[in-house]
């Protein structure tokens, strides 16, 4: 079955500890993207990436990193320098300008 | 700055009736527009994509879009308490995607 998938789906850390999620799609598309969703507001780009070993900074870059390696992967890593991390991560995947979202990994910072 | 904008709620409405959800955009480039459902607690669904000028139907569901105007809104016909959620617009004018903060609808029985 096609389509994209996170994991985990629920994560918790201490301060201090990097964590990577991970966002696997079998949709062959060429473009992926990590949002940020915080409660009560919109989805906030974090990276973006339109083709393997390439990606390009969102709007809230600072304290991530990401890797694209594989086209059906693109893993977040959400480092310490990441001052305020709890949060619900979206990754998603484009296909002929429509983006379609994994079910999210929603992170808190114990 | 890429901006969009849509009133946060939430807009109550009864079931079997017409729900209206807007949205304006500040970038004049942007090309193409989107609908999301979100639920509580969980990812958001694309339920309408629009490109053109004038409405696009699909069942229940209408986008309008008006590029003079910068404003794109969705039509919900015959609500339904399923369609409690919070109601995502979204812009691309370049390669990624820009949304606003969301509508909250709720639809009582």
């Known amino acids: 079955d096609g389509g994209i998938t996170q994991s985990p789906k629920y994560l918790f850390r201490k301060e201090g500890q990097n964590v990577t999620l991970s966002c696997e799609q079998n949709l062959n598309h060429d473009a992926m993207y990590w949002y940020r969703q915080d409660p009560g507001q919109g989805l906030r780009l974090i990276y973006y990436?339109?083709?393997?070993?390439?990606?390009q900074k969102g709007d809230i870059a600072e304290g991530y990193s990401v890797s694209r390696e594989k086209k059906e992967s693109f893993p977040l890593t959400v480092t310490s320098a990441q001052k305020n991390p709890t949060a619900f991560y979206l990754c998603?995947?484009?296909?002929?300008?429509?983006?379609?979202f994994g079910e999210g990994s929603r992170l808190t910072v114990l | 700055q890429k901006e969009v904008e849509q009133n946060s709620g939430p807009l109550s409405v009864p079931e079997g009736a017409i729900a209206s959800l807007n949205c304006t955009y500040s970038d004049r480039v942007s090309q193409s527009f989107f609908w999301y459902r979100q639920y509580s607690g969980k990812s958001p669904e694309l339920i309408m994509s629009i490109y053109s000028n004038g409405d696009k139907e699909d069942g229940r569901f209408t986008a309008q879009l008006n590029k003079a105007s910068q404003y794109v809104s969705l039509l919900i016909r015959d609500s339904q308490p399923s369609d409690s959620a919070t109601y995502l617009c979204a812009v691309n004018p370049y390669s990624t995607l820009t949304f606003g903060k969301g509508t909250m609808l709720l639809v009582s029985p």
């Open positions: 998603a995947s484009k296909a002929s300008g429509e983006l379609f």
């Open positions: 990436s339109q083709i393997v070993n390439d990606f």
